[in-house]
Antibody, heavy 123, light 107 residues
């Protein structure tokens, strides 16, 4: 059974960089046809896709955040990471890591999610 | 970006009622649509993929249909454990986008 677990500081100061890691257990992050994704959800609001990294290391980012986001992978730790720079209060949210699986048929979906971690941006 | 809208934003129904939620995409997304259930304090859970395919282990009272720009999600007989917020999500284009959610309550 695949499990994902987010980790990182719960409080970040404005203008600083938010850094989170997602540790994958129950399977290798570098095998299979998977995209490793970050999604966030401000309190009481909907879900926003931040971006993803493929097992090959290629990345895709949401254009609304692209200038501030970096997603990377560390296969030795079976982990992928999110860095979001120049944060403001608007970046306060629960951050989820998730696995997006894709099939030859063209179907994609998020099948495994972490439990989520709340990151608050405040001085 | 493809914009997703959902209606209603919230609903209240009795146990055993049929519940219907609609999702509309701002452009044709074929059948590239998933539905998720999110309970308070929990991560979303996949219920329906490819517009109408039931994820393994999900009760058969959940159903999805539609293609193009208009989609429907139905709970045939609402159960107390179905209290949650439901989101549609398109995967036809990047960035992935979600609907704003529909909160379902028991009357």
């Amino acid at each position: 059974q695949v499990q994902l677990q987010e980790s990182g500081p719960g409080l970040v100061k404005p203008s600083q960089t938010l850094s989170l890691a997602c540790t994958v257990s129950g399977g290798s992050i570098s095998s299979g046809s998977y995209y490793w994704s970050w999604i966030r959800q401000p309190a009481g609001k909907g879900l926003e896709w931040i971006g993803r990294i493929y097992t090959s290391g290629s990345t895709n980012y949401n254009p609304s955040l692209k200038s501030r986001v970096t997603i990377s992978v560390d296969t030795s730790k079976n982990q992928f990471s999110l860095k979001l720079s120049s944060v403001t209060a608007a970046d306060t949210a629960v951050y989820y890591c998730a696995r997006e699986v894709h099939f030859w048929s063209g179907d994609y979906y998020f099948d495994y999610w972490g439990q989520g971690t709340l990151v608050t941006v405040s001085s | 970006d493809i914009q997703m809208t959902q209606s209603p934003s919230s609903l209240s129904a009795s146990v055993g009622d049929r519940v219907t939620i609609t999702c509309q995409a701002s452009q044709d997304i074929s059948n590239c649509l998933n539905w998720y259930q999110q309970k308070p304090g929990k991560a979303p859970k996949l219920l329906i993929y490819d517009a109408s395919n039931l994820e393994t282990g999900v009760p058969s009272r959940f159903n999805g249909s539609g293609s193009g720009t208009d989609f429907t999600f139905t709970i045939s007989s609402l159960q107390p454990e179905d209290i949650a917020t439901y989101y549609c999500q398109q995967y036809n284009h990047l960035p992935r986008t979600f609907g704003p959610g529909t909160k379902v309550d028991i009357k």
